[in-house]
């Protein structure tokens, strides 16, 4: 079993940035593929950023924060971050971590349901 624990979230202005964690435990070998989604208020939960706990492939990011968000990993402490940048009021939602004991891949990375592991959440909150 893997546990997913997030932090970091918080109320910023628009412009800020935040720096999200997520700390894995448990069957952390399992671990392939690992990320975050997000839920904001009366939407549906889409994929945000994941990345491969190995290798060096590319990460897998939506359109609307590949310019602004940044994924990354640290094996060594079982955890991956999301470094938020230049925040958006349509940034706010609820974060969520998530990991699946397969490789990052095109098609399904985005499909919620693609995932094993899903963390509490942390809620981000942007104000104009």
């Known amino acids: 079993q893997v546990q997913l624990v997030e932090s970091g979230g918080g109320s910023v202005q628009a412009g800020g940035s935040l720096r999200l964690s997520c700390v894995a435990s448990?069957?952390?070998?399992?671990?392939?593929?690992m990320g975050w989604f997000r839920q904001g208020p009366g939407k549906e939960r889409e994929g945000v950023a994941v990345?491969?706990?190995?290798?060096?492939?590319?990460?897998y990011m939506t359109d609307s924060v590949k310019a602004r968000f940044t994924i990354s990993r640290d094996n060594a402490k079982n955890t991956v971050y999301l470094q938020m940048s230049a925040l958006e009021p349509e940034d706010t939602a609820m974060y969520y971590c998530?990991?699946?004991?397969?490789?990052?891949?095109?098609?399904?990375?985005?499909?919620?349901?693609?995932?094993?592991?899903w963390g509490q959440g942390t809620q981000v909150t942007v104000s104009s």
């Open positions: 990345i491969d706990t190995g290798g060096n492939n590319s990460p």
């Open positions: 998530v990991s699946t004991p397969e490789w990052c891949r095109r098609g399904s990375w985005t499909s919620q349901y693609w995932y094993k592991h």
């Open positions: 448990g069957d952390i070998f399992s671990i392939k593929c």
